[in-house]
């Protein structure tokens, strides 16, 4: 996360933000962080996950699957779709998503920042 302290904790008293940490004797060794949010197509709420990191030296112990089943818990209650991206190459993650279940297919994802949009939002 690139944020300004400030900024990143005013980020995280958000009520659709949930970020989970996994700790290994005291110290921080993985995390999950997810936005919930409307979701026109299903008609209802999905959780977005943001971001699943578990630090080196830490990686292959079952971390990431503990923290990704703790999310799985807290959507379970109102059968909230979990859905998540990966880099095409990303052939590791791929496999993990797949022995948690997830169903994989292709998509284009689409990015339009500020100084794209800048002159045809200004056109008006």
Do not use: F
């Amino acid at each position: 996360m690139h944020a300004p302290d400030a900024r990143w904790h005013g980020l995280l008293e958000r009520p659709e933000v949930v970020v989970l940490l996994a700790e290994r004797d005291g110290a921080a060794v993985g995390y999950v962080s997810a936005i919930r949010q409307l979701h026109l197509w299903t008609g209802g709420d999905v959780l977005d996950l943001d971001d699943l990191n578990v630090r080196p030296g830490h990686r292959d112990a079952g971390v990431g699957r503990r923290l990704t089943t703790a999310l799985a818990r807290l959507a379970a209650p109102e059968q909230l779709l979990i859905r998540w991206g990966t880099e095409v190459d990303d052939l590791d993650a791929q496999r993990s998503y797949r022995r948690l279940g997830a169903t994989l297919r292709p998509k284009v994802l689409a990015a339009w920042p500020p100084a794209a949009y800048a002159d045809l939002a200004a056109d008006g």
